[in-house]
């Protein structure tokens, strides 16, 4: 990881948020982060700030957008913004929705904080 990265989270979970603001937390030396539980709230600051990355729960069910809206929409602001699909339970054609509105990875959640180090490192041989 070259320069400090910008993350944002789509969660509606409660407990998640939770695990994901402590393991963002360990790394702050090396990531700016954001957790949002509303995707309109996402969409309007992603608007403001440059996002590079984004993890977002496949399945979110939010007011008025999903999971799939909120990547087309992301992508629409930034081209270059990296992707994430997360889901408690991969369903069968979930990698293929996925990667129709470009994500570039699709990681069962929680997300363990050595596989977020890991995915992190690569991010570079990823894009």
Do not use: C
């Not at 984004?54 to 909120?70: K, N, Y």
């Amino acid at each position: 990881m070259k320069d400090k990265l910008v993350v944002a989270v789509f969660e509606n979970d409660g407990l998640n948020r939770f695990i994901y603001q402590r393991m963002f937390n360990l790394q702050q030396d090396h990531i700016t982060y954001f957790i949002f539980d509303n995707p309109e709230d996402g969409i309007v600051s992603a608007q403001e700030i440059t996002l590079n990355v984004a993890f977002i729960d496949l399945h979110f069910r939010g007011d008025p957008f999903s999971g799939l809206e909120v990547a087309s929409k992301l992508k629409a602001i930034s081209s270059t913004i990296v992707l994430i699909a997360m889901t408690t339970l991969v369903q069968e054609g979930d990698w293929d929705r996925a990667k129709q509105v470009g994500f570039k990875k699709l990681l069962e959640k929680p997300i363990p904080f050595y596989d977020l180090q890991k995915l992190f490192s690569n991010l570079d041989n990823d894009t």
